[in-house]
T-cell receptor, first 114, second 114 residues
Framework: GDSVTQMEGPVTLSEEAFLTINCTYTATGYPSLFWYVQYPGEGLQLLLKATKADDKGSNKGFEATYRKETTSFHLEKGSVQVSDSAVYFCALSDRGSGTYKYIFGTGTRLKVLA | DAGVIQSPRHEVTEMGQEVTLRCKPISGHNSLFWYRQTMMRGLELLIYFNNNVPIDDSGMPEDRFSAKMPNASFSTLKIQPSEPRDSAVYFC????????????FGPGTRLTVL
């Protein structure tokens, strides 16, 4: 079945450091890929998405490129801020198998130190 | 737009009591999801509806859990009887149908079963 695997946290970085959170997926169809962010005490909210191979999603300085050849959707940011401290979830939605279902990764906690 | 509305925001109850969580999705969204989030198990999909019809309830942990969607603007998740291991944050999310569409999460209901 479909699945999403993302790197375990927590990830601790200093302010202005470069961030990479790895995400790989398996899917039977042609999934759309998403990154969601969850700030403390809140629900998840969409950070960025990509719906087809080679698409790049971007938002708030974060980027991720849909790589079909490596089945990956790694999240990157060139210079993190303390306000980026949150839990990040990679997710897919598979539209090729006749069902519409979201699969979330386990989440990666990011802590940015001033 | 008010977003997804959940009530109550916090619920504290005693073991054996019935608990009902409520959700109002965003108007016009025809997919609705119930999730449970805990530190141990992360984010789990319990059930999802499309056009008010339950499509996949394989994540519902046991018969003590039930969910209904009597109309497009209201859904409930009921636990009867509740147990301490049901303590978690329960999220409702809604989405337009279609795999490329994001889910919009509510603020969650924090349930504590004593």
């Amino acid at each position: 079945g479909d699945s999403v695997t993302q790197m375990e946290g927590p990830v601790t970085l200093s302010e202005e450091a470069f961030l990479t959170i790895n995400c790989t997926y398996t899917a039977t169809g042609y999934p759309s890929l998403f990154w969601y962010v969850q700030y403390p005490g809140e629900g998840l909210q969409l950070l960025l998405k990509a719906t087809k191979a080679d698409d790049k999603g971007s938002n708030k300085g974060f980027e991720a490129t849909y790589r079909k050849e490596t089945t990956s959707f790694h999240l990157e940011k060139g210079s993190v801020q303390v306000s980026d401290s949150a839990v990040y979830f990679c997710a897919l939605s598979d539209r090729g198998s006749g069902t519409y279902k979201y699969i979330f990764g386990t989440g990666t906690r990011l802590k940015v130190l001033a | 737009d008010a977003g997804v509305i959940q009530s109550p925001r916090h619920e504290v109850t005693e073991m054996g009591q019935e608990v009902t969580l409520r959700c109002k999705p965003i108007s016009g969204h025809n997919s609705l999801f119930w999730y449970r989030q805990t530190m141990m198990r992360g984010l789990e999909l319990l059930i999802y509806f499309n056009n008010n019809v339950p499509i996949d309830d394989s994540g519902m942990p046991e018969d003590r859990f039930s969910a209904k969607m009597p109309n497009a603007s209201f859904s409930t998740l009921k636990i009867q009887p509740s147990e301490p291991r049901d303590s978690a944050v329960y999220f409702c999310a809604s989405s337009p149908s279609g795999a490329g569409n994001e889910q919009f999460f509510g603020p969650g209901t924090r349930l504590t079963v004593l």
